[in-house]
């Protein structure tokens, strides 16, 4: 009897193909597994040289050996421009190429004077815009004959040096305003906003300014010429009331219907 219930409790026995299979089985999942590994390996490895590739990081790269010409030339102007060699631009076979590695090396080197040597007035031009962004000099943006760079330029200065005075050099009136308005909620300076024409939009900049600092002394600023401005005007104090659950905001609004809408709200 104790021999018939040890075999009761013993598992079956695998046929010797079941037993083949099995292992078969168990060879193949560890195939598998290691083909996984290696791939994302090497996966790992491709995006690392690439990326190193990419960003000419190397003392030892020969753009020399690439066999594609634009490659070829996009090589060079990544190694001039991390390095700052000038002469690598002479290997480059295209004249757009080129002209894009003078402006790198110029711009590492913070020499305008390489820019001269590029003949296409729109690079010339975005060559000078460049070296005046990381020189933080206007007057290069007053050497650029190129119109639509020579704005690109005091605007972007304007936003480096937070300084909205640069705007005034810009003679389109509604490029001038773009750039007074930029500059206001970059440096979040309500003050700027006054600079710009037009009451709705200075009023506009007040309450981007108003809602991005979460400052209801802002609303103070606003523009009155009418009913509609003096009720946006309490919908700003309602505004920043609500962000910031301060029922205390809501007594300045004027509107009373609005002051006890704000205070239900808040409360």
């Given at each position: 009897?104790?021999?018939?219930?040890?075999?009761?409790?013993?598992?079956?026995?695998?046929?010797?193909?079941?037993?083949?299979?099995?292992?078969?089985?168990?060879?193949?999942?560890?195939?598998?597994?290691?083909?996984?590994?290696?791939?994302?390996?090497?996966?790992?490895?491709?995006?690392?040289?690439?990326?190193?590739?990419?960003?000419?990081?190397?003392?030892n790269v020969d753009c020399s050996q690439i066999e594609q010409e634009n490659e070829r030339d996009d090589c060079y102007v990544g190694v001039a421009g991390s390095k700052g060699k000038i002469k690598l631009c002479d290997n480059i076979v295209s004249i757009p190429f080129k002209e894009e590695c003078l402006r790198v090396v110029a711009v590492?080197?913070?020499?305008?004077?390489?820019?001269?040597?590029?003949?296409?007035?729109?690079?010339?031009?975005?060559?000078?815009?460049?070296?005046?962004?990381?020189?933080?000099?206007t007057e290069i943006c007053g050497?650029?004959?190129?119109?639509?760079?020579?704005?690109?330029?005091?605007?972007?200065?304007?936003?480096?040096?937070?300084?909205?005075?640069?705007?005034?050099?810009?003679?389109?009136?509604?490029?001038r305003q773009?750039?007074?308005?930029?500059?206001?909620?970059?440096?979040?300076d309500p003050t700027i906003c006054l600079a710009i024409s037009g009451k709705d939009n200075i009023n506009t900049c007040l309450w981007k300014i108003a809602k991005g600092t979460q400052n209801e002394e802002i609303c103070e600023s606003w523009m009155i010429r009418g009913t509609v401005d003096r009720v946006n005007k309490d919908l700003c104090y309602k505004n920043i009331a609500f962000s910031k659950g301060d029922v205390n905001i809501c007594?300045?609004?004027?509107?009373?219907?609005?002051?006890?809408?704000?205070?239900?709200?808040v409360s």
């Amino acid at each position: 009897m104790a021999k018939e219930k040890k075999k009761e409790n013993e598992e079956p026995l695998e046929s010797k193909e079941e037993v083949k299979e099995n292992e078969k089985k168990k060879e193949t999942k560890k195939k598998s597994g290691c083909q996984y590994y290696k791939c994302l390996i090497s996966i790992v490895v491709v995006i690392a040289l690439v990326f190193l590739f990419i960003n000419y990081a190397g003392d030892n790269v020969d753009c020399s050996q690439i066999e594609q010409e634009n490659e070829r030339d996009d090589c060079y102007v990544g190694v001039a421009g991390s390095k700052g060699k000038i002469k690598l631009c002479d290997n480059i076979v295209s004249i757009p190429f080129k002209e894009e590695c003078l402006r790198v090396v110029a711009v590492k080197k913070k020499n305008i004077e390489i820019c001269d040597d590029i003949k296409d007035d729109k690079s010339k031009a975005h060559c000078y815009e460049s070296v005046a962004e990381v020189k933080k000099d206007t007057e290069i943006c007053g050497k650029i004959t190129d119109e639509s760079w020579g704005l690109v330029c005091y605007h972007k200065l304007a936003l480096i040096l937070k300084d909205y005075t640069v705007c005034t050099k810009l003679y389109d009136l509604d490029k001038r305003q773009v750039c007074f308005q930029d500059v206001a909620e970059s440096t979040q300076d309500p003050t700027i906003c006054l600079a710009i024409s037009g009451k709705d939009n200075i009023n506009t900049c007040l309450w981007k300014i108003a809602k991005g600092t979460q400052n209801e002394e802002i609303c103070e600023s606003w523009m009155i010429r009418g009913t509609v401005d003096r009720v946006n005007k309490d919908l700003c104090y309602k505004n920043i009331a609500f962000s910031k659950g301060d029922v205390n905001i809501c007594q300045e609004i004027v509107s009373n219907d609005l002051k006890e809408e704000c205070t239900n709200e808040v409360s």
